[in-house]
Every structure is written in C-alpha cells, then in structure tokens.
C-alpha cells in the first residue's frame, strides 16, 4: 500500500509527503515541553513566589504554543496537497488502466466506480493520516513516556504495567476488523451496481410497473450494507472507551498514589500535575492512535482493492519500437481458436481471407461468435491461437495503435457520448474536415434529420444520446465509423434499428462512397450480406460454410434455411 502512495505521489506533492510529519516533530516537541513547565512554574514559581519566573515561564508556554501552531498548520497544508494530488493521480491512473485493459475477466464497472471514488478517498485519508497523525500520535505516545519518566521517575511505572495490555488489545481488535471492513467495501460495490442499473433500467422498469420490486431488492442490499457497516464499526467501537476508561483509572491511581508521595514530600508537587498532564497526552495520543487504526483498517482493505486495479495492466505487448505497418488493407485469418473463459471455445480453428477493398458478409445464429471475430480482429482480446493479419502483417507485429488505425467500427449498440453531433462525429477524426462530415452523415442517410436540427452539427448529445432515436443513434455511429478514413469498416449489426428503405440507402450509399474500404457487413438479415464478395456463415463457433450468395444456396442448408425464413421460397430466395 505504501508503495502504491509512493509511487502516485510525484515531485513536489512527493517532497510535501516526506516534509509533512518533519514538520509534525516540530509540534510534538512544542506540545511536550507545556507539562514541564507548567511543573516547573509551580515548583519554582509559584512556591517560591517569584513572579519573574512565572511570568517568564508563561511566555515561554505561549511562545511553544504559536510554535507549535505553526508546525501544527504547515503539516495539514502540506499533507493535504501530498493527498489531494495522489488522488488526482490515482483515478486517472486507474481510469486508464480500465480503458486500456483487455482482461476478459476484469472487474466490472460497479466496483470500479466504488475503487475510483470511495477507495480512492480512503487511500487519501491514509495519506493525511500517514503525514499527520502516524507521526503525532506515536511521537507524543513515546515522547509523553519519556518525559513522564524523567520529570516523574517514581510514579512512571504505572504507565509501564499498563501500556503493554492496552497496545495488544488493540492489535486484536484492528485484526478482527480488517476483513469486516473488506466486506463492507464489497457491499459498497453491490448497492453501487444496483443502483447503476436500475438508473440505467429506469424506462424499462416503469413499463414494466416494477418500481416498488426494485426498491425492495434495492432494500435488500442497502440493508446489508448498513448491517456490514455497522459490524465493521462496531469492532472497533470499543477501542476508544477501553482505552480513556484504563488511561482515567491510571490517572486516578497516579493522584492517589502521587498524592501520598507529595504528602510524605517525596516528590513536589509540580511533579504530579506534570504526570498527570502527561498522561492526558498520552491518552489523546492513544485516541489518535485508536482512530488512526480504524481508519488504517479501511484504507488497507481499500488500498488492496486499488491495487487490484493498479494490477490489470494492460496485458498486451504494443510493440511500439518495431512496429511493423500494413501493406493494404486485406485481412487474414488462420485457424484462429479463441475462448473468454480458458475451458469454453467459442470460435474454432477460424480460417479465411478478404481481400483489400472487398465487401465481406458474416451472418449466423445469435451467439455463433460473429462479433467475438471482430473483437479478434481489433486486438480487444490477444489471447488467442493461430494468426490474424491485416495487409500481410501479424496484428501481434503492430503497436496497438496502428491496428486501431486500421479498422473503425460501427456496433448495433450504439455509444454516443454527451456533447454535440460534432463532437460524436469528429470523436475518432479530431482532424476531420467538413467536407469529411458531409460524405460520412451523407453516408449514414443522417444528413437529412441533422439538417432539421436547430442547431445543426452543434445540436447537443445529452448522455448515452438519450435525445435521439434508436435508429437515428445507429446512423450516427456508422457515419462516426467513416469519417476517419480508415481502410477497414466493420458493421456489426449496425442498422438493425433502421427501417428496410433507410437500410437500402445506407447500403447503396456505403457502396458509392466507401472509397475501397475493406468492408465487414455482420447482420442477421440477409439482404445486407447477400451482395457481398464472400459470405462467411457461423455455427457454435464454427466456419461452417463460405462462399457467395449463389455458391451458399447450394452448399449451406442453413443459409438456405435463412434465405428461404426471410426472403421467401424461390432459388435465390424469392418466390
Ligand atoms: N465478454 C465476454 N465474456 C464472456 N463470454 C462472452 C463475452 N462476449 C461474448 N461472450 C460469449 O461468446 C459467445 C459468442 O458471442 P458473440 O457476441 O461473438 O456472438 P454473436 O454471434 O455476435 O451474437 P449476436 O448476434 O447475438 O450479437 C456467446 O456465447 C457469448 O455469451
């Protein structure tokens, strides 16, 4: 964990971590010398009624006091920004490491969240603590027993019997609750996901009259999260009140006991308000200490968690330094086998090629892998067998960069981001000129409702794209797929929630303007396939067949099949 707030702590925040609790010893030492002399005013002072003294020694007390103040202030200011610039650090750091990583069974959004924001806190928490508090604390807690034996010899073993018990009860208890807080955390995920996708649901769940349901279940989890909240706490809740209740009965035994030496005039009397006055120290430093604890029991459960994040390096190696380019813009597969989870295959020994500018149709059931190709192709997953090229290159040859350069996609689920249309647009193409914009919503056939739109191009994108159709969404992500000119388009079911007659113009229009793109159509229906150079059809993961339209009604029953359910009965599918 210490490595983690090292290592996310750079240049000046890094120096204000390590000059914080330097500074801290500054107020510890303040803070110690009051008790000596307060002793000393009376025993000197007061008893002897030099007022020179006192006054002078009352000077003296202040002058420790400002100083210690001013060390007291310093250390917050420079541990908080050693804090807020590790957290700073932290979430982007983890944000990257979320876009970037190609674990497929990497953490889920939900508990992600929770890590950014909550954990993240907790790490930043620890931060202040670690400059401030874990300083101060043990200082005063060894500083207030030293001085408590030099200024008051005889009553220091009370302090002695007792602080042994005190520091192993509290090791049992911060290790009971460790995993209590972990649990905690976990529940923090679980009522953070739901809450996520009831928000998410919020239309589905009113169409299907299901508020009160969800709210039940939501309920259910946020109970348990209160309960596991309230068992973590409460194992360290009894820290606190042992340790004032042992510390006020030391207190007591050492007045008692104190009192009968300074009667017998064994010791002074300034002796025994300075112990005493150490022990109150001592007692505030345990608190501390007690507080310090629990909230180093969460940051160590959260700082594992972090660091489980810190860990999902990307895994693939980006070649950067011999980084080889395409030739053109063919593909290859060679019996490529690729499974999510190591022990279920989900493509099988996958082989076949498309040549630059050609149109390539994949078509199967849903579930056969179609997508799961493309992913592949992309380098979304690297964990495969066989060999995938693009102009003659192995993708594994290419910085990921290059292979992202190569192919843009336009998916059925279509992602906008809140904006404006420009800026969805020009997402992939910062450099996109308007000539660019105008061929691709040409294109997409979404030139004519972003002409109706008031503000054009600039019309906003409230999130998810909420405010606009299903349909209008798919058109904007396909026109997004062309605009950056990239040699490889891939369609993944991307027009399944446009109309026939918009679909046909978006295919003719693709054709016209596509510009010798090699072009990857997967669609359940047939006639956006069934013009294409080669038609590839999958089954559980298997290339069961290739070939045109024409080759594949002979040698497919199943594309047949399909043919014949969609088009109709004739030999080329129509009556
Ligand atoms: N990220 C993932 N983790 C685990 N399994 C996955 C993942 N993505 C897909 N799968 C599984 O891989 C199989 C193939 O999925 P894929 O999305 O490639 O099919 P598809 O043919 O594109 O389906 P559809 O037409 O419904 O989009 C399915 O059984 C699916 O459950």
């Not at 401030?132 to 008051?152: K, Y």
């Not at 602080?163 to 955390?185: A, D, G, N």
């Not at 069961?544 to 088009?567: C, I, N, W």
């Amino acid at each position: 964990m210490l490595r983690i707030v090292i290592n996310h702590t750079h240049g000046l925040a890094r120096l204000c971590f390590f000059l914080s609790p330097i500074v801290m010893l500054g107020e510890v030492f303040c803070d110690l010398q009051q008790p000596t002399l307060m002793a000393q005013i009376i025993d000197n002072g007061l008893t002897r009624h030099d007022m020179n003294y006192v006054i002078g020694h009352a000077w003296l007390m202040a002058g420790f006091a400002i100083l210690g103040l001013i060390c007291g202030a310093g250390t917050g200011a420079l541990g908080n920004y050693a804090s807020l610039k590790m957290g700073q650090s932290l979430r982007t750091h983890m944000l990257r490491v979320a876009l970037t990583s190609r674990n497929p069974k990497g953490l889920e959004p939900a508990t992600l969240v929770t890590r950014i924001t909550n954990d993240v806190t907790q790490m930043q928490n620890l931060v202040m603590m670690m400059t401030r508090g874990m300083v101060r604390s043990p200082m005063l807690l060894v500083g207030g027993m030293v001085m408590s034996i030099v200024v008051s010899p005889r009553l220091a073993p009370i302090l002695f019997i007792t602080m042994p018990f005190l520091l192993v009860f509290m090791f049992m208890v911060v290790r009971r609750s460790i995993p209590k807080y972990t649990k905690m955390q976990q529940a923090v995920d679980t009522v953070n996901r739901v809450m996520r996708e009831n928000l998410q649901g919020a239309k589905t769940i009113k169409s299907y009259v299901l508020e009160d349901h969800q709210l039940n279940q939501f309920n259910d989890d946020n109970t348990a999260l209160q309960a596991r909240s309230q068992t973590a706490a409460t194992a360290t809740i009894i820290l606190s009140p042992v340790i004032q209740l042992v510390l006020n009965l030391c207190v007591v035994i050492a007045l008692g006991y104190g009192g009968t030496l300074v009667v017998s005039r064994t010791i002074p009397n300034g002796q025994i308000i300075a112990f005493v006055n150490y022990m109150i120290q001592i007692t505030t430093a345990m608190v501390m200490t007690v507080n310090i604890i629990t909230a180093f029991s969460r940051a160590i459960t959260s700082g594992t968690r972090v660091g489980e994040v810190l860990a999902e390096e990307p895994q693939i190696d980006t070649r950067p330094s011999d980084n080889q380019l395409p030739h053109d813009s063919s593909i290859e597969f060679d019996h490529v086998s690729f499974g999510y989870i190591d022990s279920k295959p989900i493509l099988e020994d996958i082989s076949f090629d498309v040549q630059a500018g050609q149109w390539l149709g994949i078509i199967g059931a849903t579930g056969s892998g179609k997508s799961s190709i493309i992913n592949l192709l992309t380098r979304t997953y690297d964990d495969y067998t066989g060999t995938i090229k693009i102009g003659g290159v192995d993708i594994k040859d290419m910085a990921l960069d290059t292979v992202h350069k190569q192919v843009t996609l336009a998916f059925q689920d279509a992602q906008l981001f809140s904006g404006s249309v420009r800026s969805n647009l020009t997402f992939g193409a910062p450099q996109a000129t308007p000539a660019d914009l105008t061929t691709a919503t040409h294109t997409a056939d979404a030139d004519e409702f972003i002409d109706n739109l008031p503000a054009k191009l600039d019309a906003p994108v409230e999130q998810q794209g909420k405010n606009f159709s299903g349909g209008q969404r798919q058109r904007l992500n396909i026109a997004r797929a062309i605009t950056p000119h990239a040699p490889i388009l891939v369609m993944d079911d991307a027009t399944s929630a446009v109309d026939q007659e918009t679909n046909a113009r978006i295919k003719s229009r693709l054709d016209e303007n596509r510009g010798g793109k090699t072009t990857i159509i997967i669609s359940q229906r047939i006639t956006n396939v069934m013009g294409c150079h080669e038609i590839l059809v999958l089954q559980d993961g298997k290339l069961v067949a290739r070939g045109t339209h024409d080759e594949l009604m002979q040698t497919s029953p199943f594309y047949k099949q399909l043919v014949q359910t969609q088009l109709g009965g004739g030999p080329n599918g129509h009556e």
